[in-house]
């Protein structure tokens, strides 16, 4: 199954700020930077992944964006069901309208069975326990210190 490239980016987002300090604030554009995506990708990210609750908004010249404690336990499968938009993994739609063999066939029921149990697998599976793990030490300065690559 193949996860689309919003969720993927809210799961980086969320996995990298579970790596970060505890209580560290970091800003959109050095989470932007982090995962290797355009800032305007990451906002809107980040405002969905707030929606859930899974981190929290600081505003103001010293806020910034962290994992809610929530966040921290949320499970990859509960966050991809409230991510994933799309009704249906098969379109069941020809050029000319329908499917015609869509009055009998079975394929939508067991690819919403199918996608249940890959959700149902991560379900098991909490944002904190994907994270990158960090060093021990002072806080460190830059996004690769902070992710445990530092020199």
Known sequence: MRINAFTDVC???????????????LTSRVIADGVDTPYTHVSKAIIRLRELEVVEVVRGRF??????????????????RRLDTRADLADCETPHGDCPLSGGCGLR???????????????????????????????????????????
Do not use: C, K, Q
């Open 11 to 25: 799961l980086r987002v969320a996995m990298l700020l579970a790596a970060a300090p505890e209580g560290a604030l």
């Open 63 to 80: 806020g910034g964006v962290r994992i809610s404690a929530a966040g921290r336990e949320t499970t990859v499968g509960w966050l991809m």
């Open 109 to 151: 029921a067991a690819l919403r069975r199918a996608r249940e149990a890959f959700y149902a697998e991560l379900d098991g599976t909490t944002i904190s326990s994907l994270a990158p793990r960090r060093r021990s030490g002072p806080v460190p300065l830059t996004l690769s210190g902070l992710l445990g690559n530092a020199p």
